[in-house]
């Protein structure tokens, strides 16, 4: 018998929040963690066991923004692998609409892992090398949340 740890990829779920009275922007956060730290982050986190991507979707930005999510859906899907840093993680970028009834403006609930939220222009954003591995390839991929309609016509397993 091998004494070899089989290192397999973590799942991650990061989350295009929009407002309409943010028109074009996405809400994004500088990350206080070790990996990625001063990178800029979309909110989220794991995929908790048994859990789906939308349960996922909004208890991450609830977490860590204190805000309520409606119309969440499957955006895209990120490989991202850094093999340097013994860091690969599959994220299902999931999007949804800041719900007006339920919330005010995001607060950081979460001020040891994350700088402060703000509303950003997803035309504007910093150059991709200051972004989190998920959010780069996200932009890699050409992707544009208000642009792209993806109807997921395939249930989740």
């Known amino acids: 018998m091998s004494d070899t740890v089989v290192k397999r990829p973590g799942v991650g779920v990061g ?8 028109p074009g922007c996405v809400l994004v956060g500088k990350r206080r963690s070790q990996v990625g730290k001063g990178k800029y982050q979309l909110p989220g986190g794991h ?3 048994g859990e789906t991507w939308e349960d996922c979707a909004h208890r991450e930005v609830s977490e ?6 409606m119309n969440v859906r499957f955006a895209s899907v990120v490989n ?7 860091y690969h993680y599959i994220t299902i970028i999931m999007q949804g609409e800041l719900d007006r009834e339920l919330s005010g403006e995001p607060r950081n609930l979460e001020p040891d892992k994350n700088e402060g939220w703000a509303w950003t222009q997803w035309d504007q954003f910093p150059p991709e090398e200051q972004l ?3 959010l780069a390839g ?3 991929q050409g992707f544009h949340p208000f642009r792209n309609t993806v109807i997921n016509t395939e249930k989740q397993l």
Request: proline letters at 7%; glycine letters at 4%; hydrophobic letters at 45%.
């Open 132 to 134: 989190f591995l998920p």
């Open 80 to 86: 991202s692998v850094r093999l340097e840093e013994q």
């Open 64 to 69: 860590e923004a204190g805000v309520r999510l």
């Open 138 to 140: 996200l932009r890699q």
């Open 15 to 22: 989350v295009l929040v929009t407002d309409p009275a943010h």
């Open 47 to 49: 995929l908790e066991f």
